[in-house]
């Protein structure tokens, strides 16, 4: 009978056989194969090269110590031996690096896959933890030691040169949340009074203060994931879902920032977070933000003027215009700014005067005389009013007419452009470690699920791009201490 394909890997990579029995193997030369695979070793060796990355890689470039320092002041001192922190951290990046469905199928694949045993440094009798100290370290550690984990691999990025930090794209997706559109009560129909679940809801929402519901659209609930927003997508169903708002650096694209909320937080809420979480991360002021017209609002164009940032992104007013009530009306643009009289003057050459103030929203209101306009041919194409056409004007209307002729130039154009081939190819590999779904319920969750495959993401950049160099210290560094460690010079 001929040898199992496990009998053949252990043939090929037995380095040492101490006493019988006993068989030690050089696993880094297997890469990503699992035993079961009905490959011929010879196939496994010619290949030499994981379908996703290489693991050794992984290790070679990637600190997971630092987590022990990280969480060490949330485990306590007595009790059972826990799991250690690294190895929880290598588990959830396979969970997410494979998208695997479930955290109890990682653990029974484990003992099966030698590279997964060699990346966590398991050998082939190591127990394998049950898969509940996977949501239980989620628990202990919080969202901030994942956070910690995201940023630390953008520091890396940065200090290998892999980001420019200057020009920013942001942009935004909708994730599937892990609960059904049946668990949506309406908190204003009677039905919430016959749903068991919704009093428990209610009751669990008083007790934090409403507080974690954030965003989330305030009439419809579900009762099993409260921090979901029940969302429209283009012309699809309104379904549960929660919103991820990326940036991504041009240089590489490696993301710099990543951030989740309901699925009903609009867009242009979060460019100042985005950028300011950006800069923070890479340690550069952006110089340049280039989103789609869903960042170019007022607010939006505002901000970015305060802080001399360029912004690429196109006027929302503009994009909208066109449709609704404003569906054959001559735009804002046909009327003429007088400064020296502070009026404007209207196609048909009539002056609309400075009437008003809105204090809240700060801008003037023009008006041209309803008589007149009445009387005007052009009424049909002007205004739906019945007392005369108006202009708003911005108390800082200079300066929006400055931001949004910058985001009109070519450069935008170009930038807007670019923008949409990078953004999308960011998601669509996130796709690959299945972001498109809440693996979890909860925001908090949300969020760690978000930084580990924004980190994962940035590993492979990480490692593509910086190959031989880093690759090659870190193992030299890796064997150093290997060989310390074995003559006693260091402890373990
Ligand atoms: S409707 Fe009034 S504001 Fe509009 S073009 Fe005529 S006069 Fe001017």
């Not at 049909?380 to 300066?399: F, L, M, N, Y």
């Not at 070519?410 to 809440?438: C, N, W």
Request: charged share 30%; hydrophobic share 35%; net charge positive.
């Amino acid at each position: 009978m001929g040898k199992t394909i496990a009998e053949k890997i252990f043939a090929a990579h037995l380095r040492d056989e101490p006493f019988p029995g006993a068989k030690v193997l050089s696993l880094d030369r297997v890469l990503c194969h699992e035993i079961t695979t009905p490959v011929a070793i010879a196939d496994l060796e010619a290949r030499g090269k994981d379908r996703v990355f290489d693991r050794t890689k992984i290790k070679a470039v990637i600190d997971f110590d630092f987590i022990y320092r990280e969480v060490q002041d949330r485990y306590g001192y007595n009790g059972n031996v826990s799991v250690p922190p690294p190895e929880i951290l290598k588990m959830l990046l396979l969970l997410v690096l494979y998208n695997v469905r479930s955290e109890r199928e990682l653990m029974e694949t484990i003992p099966l896959r030698l590279d997964w045993l060699w990346f966590l440094g398991f050998d082939l009798e190591s127990e394998i933890p049950n898969h509940s100290v996977l949501s239980k370290a989620r628990v202990r550690w919080g969202v901030e030691a994942f956070k910690g984990f995201f940023e630390r691999i953008v520091g890396q990025c940065v200090a290998a040169g892999l980001v420019d930090g200057r020009k920013l794209f942001i942009d935004s997706s909708l994730i599937e949340a892990n609960a059904s559109n049946n668990s949506v009560v309406d908190t204003q129909g009677l039905e919430k009074y016959l749903q068991r679940g919704y009093r428990e809801l209610e009751q669990r929402l008083e007790e934090v203060g409403g507080e974690k519901n954030g965003a989330a659209n305030k009439r419809f609930i579900s009762t099993t994931d409260p921090d979901a927003a029940v969302t429209r997508h283009g012309e699809g169903k309104s379904k549960l879902r929660y919103k991820t708002h990326r940036g991504v650096d041009k240089k590489e694209e490696v993301i710099t920032t990543t951030q989740v909320t309901a699925g009903s937080v609009d867009d242009g809420e979060m460019l100042e977070a985005v950028v300011e979480t950006h800069e923070r991360n890479t340690g550069e002021e952006v110089a340049v933000v280039v989103g789609d017209s869903k960042y170019g609002t007022k607010e939006n164009y505002l901000w970015c003027a305060e802080r001399e940032i360029t912004a690429h992104l196109p006027n929302l007013e503009e994009t909208q215009r066109g449709s609704g009530r404003q569906e054959g009306i001559l735009p804002r643009e046909a009327f003429v700014y007088a400064p020296e009289h502070d009026h404007y003057i209207c196609p048909a050459g009539q002056i609309l005067k400075k009437r008003s103030y809105n204090n809240e929203r700060q801008y003037y209101e023009y008006k041209a005389s309803g008589k007149v306009c009445a009387g005007c041919e052009l009424h049909p194409r002007c205004t739906r009013a019945k007392d005369g056409r108006s202009i708003k004007r911005h108390v800082r209307q200079d300066e929006l007419d400055r931001m949004r002729a910058i985001a009109n130039s070519v450069a935008a154009k170009r930038d807007i452009k670019t923008r949409q081939h990078l953004s999308e190819r960011s998601f669509a590999r996130s796709t690959r470690y299945g972001y498109k779904r809440a693996r979890w319920r909860g925001l908090w969750r949300m969020q760690i699920q978000d930084f580990l495959i924004a980190a994962v993401q940035n590993i492979q950049i990480l490692i593509q791009k910086t190959d031989r160099r880093i690759t090659g210290m870190a193992k030299a560094v890796a064997e150093g201490i290997k060989a310390m460690r074995t003559a006693g010079i260091i402890l373990e």
